[in-house]
């Protein structure tokens, strides 16, 4: 932990120095409030130990403008002061400070006060988190309702669509039928007449036929508009799989504990994050047969969601993922590979932390993993990652068939 010490009193400073350094924190010093302001936006300081009585820029001034300014943390603030009035602490506090020592002050309850400001920082750090969470939660929940209307609205289109799609399927191949009957009447009539003795008017209007045949290449479109109405029936049935996927995945307070097929809900989650994947990887699937598993599906389909996402995210060209499961020993175990830029050891050890995340600033929340890991645990599973780096991750989850709450 940081701590700034902020005093215009060089022998003061270099004790609050010492005293700050032999408690095992890292000091970071100032003689002037205006140095201390450009220490704060620089260092990031947890706790500021400020002089109340400065030249320039004092100390009740520099605890206006900390709490004026909105830092990314809560700053701990102890004021000290040789000031003994009776309104002066009130004085302080009100400025911001969170604490108020009076000089000359003991070393010993120096160092309590610090211990009981780290305390609080904690807490307050606890809090944010916590409260992190919390917002995390409720804006799963949130997308939860938007996907579950969106898809809702896709499905009332798609339906007719393919429907339709389906009459038409059978009206072309009526079309088709009546067609190759006018061809086959075509051909009889040019075999019934030899050359030169059919009526001019017929043969000019046969010979136009013909002709047109040849410039719209019958055949061909006979042949295509069949693959075509082929391929948006299977479109139409593939958007029906992702909205029937996205409300099983996020339709909010249907969550509930529920015998699940993992594997099924693996295709699910993959029916979601397709669009994520599909231009980076190669998923190869190779699923066991497996019992029926006790769980919350769509907490454990959010854990396959956040693994295949970061997996895709890792690809700096064109990969593979790997996803396996089998049964074993009362556990369903599922192991997710990736061929991305791996983890670094260093890093290895945090990938489960709260707001721990390697992405560049606006493009992860850190909670992903953290959230992984809580919900397995939720389960009374285990959740373990193995990297290197150059060559790819491993995500191996095991989950208990019968869920013991």
């Known amino acids: 932990m940081k701590i700034l010490i902020v005093e215009d009193n060089p022998v003061t400073l270099a004790l609050l120095q010492k005293i700050v350094e032999q408690s095992g924190y890292e000091a970071v010093l100032a003689d002037n409030g205006q140095k201390a302001w450009e220490k704060i936006q620089k260092t990031a300081p947890a706790m500021i130990i400020t002089d109340w009585l400065m030249p320039g820029m004092n100390g009740l001034e520099l605890c206006k403008k900390v709490r004026t300014f909105e830092l990314a943390d809560y700053v701990y603030i102890i004021l000290l002061t040789a000031r003994d009035g009776a309104g002066d602490a009130v004085e302080g506090l009100k400025a911001g400070a969170d604490d108020y020592i009076r000089k000359p002050f003991d070393h010993a309850e120096l160092k309590a006060r610090i211990r009981v400001g780290e305390r609080i920082i904690q807490l307050k750090d606890e809090q944010n988190k916590a409260n992190a969470q919390l917002l995390q939660s409720e804006k799963m929940a949130s997308i939860g309702q938007l996907a579950a209307g969106v898809a809702h609205e896709i499905n009332n289109p798609t339906g007719f669509v393919s429907s339709n799609l389906k009459t038409m399927d059978d009206y072309t191949g009526d079309i088709c039928e009546l067609i190759n009957k006018y061809k086959n009447i075509q051909k009889a009539m040019e075999e019934s007449w030899p050359d030169g003795t059919m009526p001019a008017a017929l043969s000019a209007q046969l ?7 040849e410039e719209i290449d019958l055949d061909y479109i006979l042949e295509d508009i069949q693959d075509l109405i082929g391929d948006c029936r299977e479109g139409t049935g593939r ?8 409300k099983d995945f996020a339709h909010p307070g249907k969550d509930k504990l529920q015998k699940t097929d993992i594997n099924k809900g693996i295709e699910q989650t993959l029916n979601v994050v397709n669009n994520e994947i ?3 990887a190669t998923v190869n699937k190779e699923f066991g047969d497996l019992p029926i598993v006790e769980c919350y599906p769509q907490q454990i389909n959010q854990v396959f969601m956040n693994i295949l996402v970061n997996a895709a995210q890792a690809m700096e060209e064109r990969g593979v993922i790997n996803i396996s499961t089998k049964a074993e020993n009362g556990f369903v175990e599922i192991k997710i590979s990736d061929t991305g830029t791996g983890i670094s050891e260093e890093n290895l050890s945090k990938i489960f932390d709260p707001f721990f995340t390697t992405k560049e600033v606006g493009k992860g929340t850190g909670l992903g993993m953290n959230i992984a890991y809580n919900i397995i645990e939720k389960h009374n599973g285990a959740i373990d990652v193995q990297s290197t780096v150059g060559k ?5 989850i095991k989950l208990p068939i019968i869920f013991n709450s």
């Open 239 to 246: 958007i029906k799989k992702i909205v029937i996927a996205l």
């Open 392 to 396: 790819g991750t491993i995500f191996t």
């Open 278 to 280: 599909k231009y980076i």
């Open 207 to 213: 010979k136009e036929i013909s002709d047109y045949k």
